[in-house]
């Protein structure tokens, strides 16, 4: 790690993967990114479980990712925290953004959304229908937040500096869906602060949102956490590789050849004879090298070959 990333401030940081599937190897290139950036900075390093969307679940896929993340040593500190036994904050974090005036209602349909989206030739962006009050006869289904005029400024370790404006690329954006479920904008926002994350390490693929999130830790008043960006592997076909492609898991029986094409996906240093080292050595060695400047900025990189393990158990 070079001197100056060396800091006396305390670090906690996390790995929060969402209960979709077992771990692959996208992943695992967050999990153990974060791992090492925590370890490195002797920091603290925490594990959230993202259950908050029981629609997108996978059965047992919480049990794999402990698993998995135990069998590459990859140990958290303290207690496995689950956003599904954390609604109290996030209605208290509604509540505050009602007091303020940001929240309201929407009655608007997704297909209501696309139809007026393409009359205004502005894909993704939220007209603004329900801003003013929700027409009468319609009831309300999700919550959005009201976004400013202006724009979001952010920075990256890796990813350099960015601004966003909300107003123009995103719109109001929703922190409880119509199915009652919070969003994980809202969700990451509360627990990150709530939890006292000082670095957050995650897929570039989050980059996008986290504009959103920093707007909404603005409105919320909480501390914005120190960012880091890691790139994405995207399989032969460029898609990124993700529970929902079905990237293959990683497996258990492969450990040290999966860790270290996750440090050279990193661009990290490798010891001499790396295939020698146990997984626990590797760890150790990489917390020691550790080097964010060695980490490609581009934002997707093809993944190494695809494992076929049939399981990341001990
Ligand atoms: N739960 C999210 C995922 O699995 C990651 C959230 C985050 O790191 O902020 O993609």
């Given at each position: 790690?070079?001197?100056?990333?060396?800091?006396?401030?305390?670090?906690?940081?996390?790995?929060?993967?969402?209960?979709?599937?077992?771990?692959?190897?996208?992943?695992?290139v967050?999990a153990?990114?974060?791992y090492?950036?925590?370890?490195?900075?002797?920091?603290?390093?925490?594990?959230?479980i993202?259950?908050?969307?029981?629609?997108?679940?996978?059965?047992?896929?919480?049990?794999?990712?402990l698993?998995?993340?135990?069998?590459?040593?990859l140990e958290?500190?303290?207690q496995?925290?689950y956003q599904?036994?954390r609604g109290?904050?996030?209605?208290s974090?509604?509540?505050?953004?009602?007091q303020?005036?940001?929240?309201?209602?929407?009655?608007?349909?997704?297909?209501?959304?696309?139809?007026?989206?393409?009359?205004?030739?502005?894909?993704?962006?939220?007209?603004?229908?329900?801003?003013?009050?929700?027409?009468?006869?319609?009831t309300?289904?999700?919550?959005?937040?009201?976004?400013?005029?202006?724009?979001?400024?952010?920075t990256?370790?890796?990813?350099?500096?960015?601004?966003?404006?909300?107003l123009?690329e995103?719109?109001?954006?929703?922190?409880?869906?119509a199915?009652?479920?919070?969003?994980y904008?809202?969700a990451v926002?509360?627990d990150?602060?709530?939890?006292?994350?000082t670095?957050?390490?995650?897929?570039?693929?989050?980059?996008?949102?986290?504009h959103?999130?920093?707007?909404l830790?603005?409105?919320?008043?909480?501390?914005?956490?120190?960012?880091?960006?890691?790139?994405?592997?995207?399989?032969s076909?460029?898609?990124?590789?993700s529970?929902?492609?079905?990237?293959?898991?990683?497996?258990?029986?492969?450990?040290?050849?999966?860790?270290?094409?996750?440090?050279?996906?990193?661009?990290?240093?490798?010891?001499?004879?790396?295939?020698?080292?146990?997984?626990?050595?590797?760890?150790g060695?990489?917390?020691?090298?550790?080097?964010?400047d060695?980490?490609?900025?581009?934002?997707?990189?093809?993944s190494?070959?695809?494992?076929?393990?049939?399981?990341?158990?001990?």
């Open positions: 790690m070079p001197a100056d990333e060396k800091s006396a401030a305390p670090y906690r940081g996390r790995f929060a993967p969402s209960p979709t599937g077992p771990l692959h190897f996208g992943s695992l967050a153990v990114g974060s090492l950036d925590a370890r490195a900075h002797k920091g603290e390093w925490l594990l959230r993202e259950d908050i969307d029981p629609p997108r679940e996978v059965a047992g896929a919480t049990d794999a990712i698993r998995a993340l135990d069998s590459f040593g958290w500190d303290g496995v925290v599904s036994r109290d904050y996030y209605t974090a509604l509540e505050r953004l009602r303020h005036g940001y929240l309201y209602g929407c009655a608007c349909t997704r297909r209501e959304i696309a139809d007026s989206r393409l009359k205004r030739g502005t894909a993704g962006i939220y007209p603004g229908t329900c801003r003013n009050g929700i027409l009468p006869g319609r309300a289904r999700a919550l959005r937040v009201r976004v400013e005029p202006g724009s979001i400024g952010l990256d370790r890796l990813q350099g500096n960015s601004r966003q404006s909300l123009e995103v719109g109001d954006f929703i922190v409880r869906r199915d009652n479920l919070i969003a904008q809202l926002v509360v990150d602060a709530e939890q006292e994350m670095h957050v390490v995650r897929g570039v693929d989050l980059l996008e949102s986290t959103r999130q920093v707007y830790q603005q409105l919320l008043e909480l501390p914005t956490p120190v960012y880091l960006h890691l790139p994405v592997a995207v399989n076909a460029g898609d990124k590789l529970k929902q492609t079905l990237a293959r898991h990683i497996g258990a029986d492969h450990k040290t050849t999966t860790l270290l094409d996750v440090l050279r996906f990193l661009h990290q240093e490798l010891p001499d004879s790396p295939g020698d080292a146990r997984v626990d050595e590797l760890l060695w990489a917390i020691a090298h550790w080097d964010v060695n980490i490609p900025a581009r934002r997707v990189l093809p190494p070959p695809e494992y076929t393990g049939t399981g990341a158990g001990p």
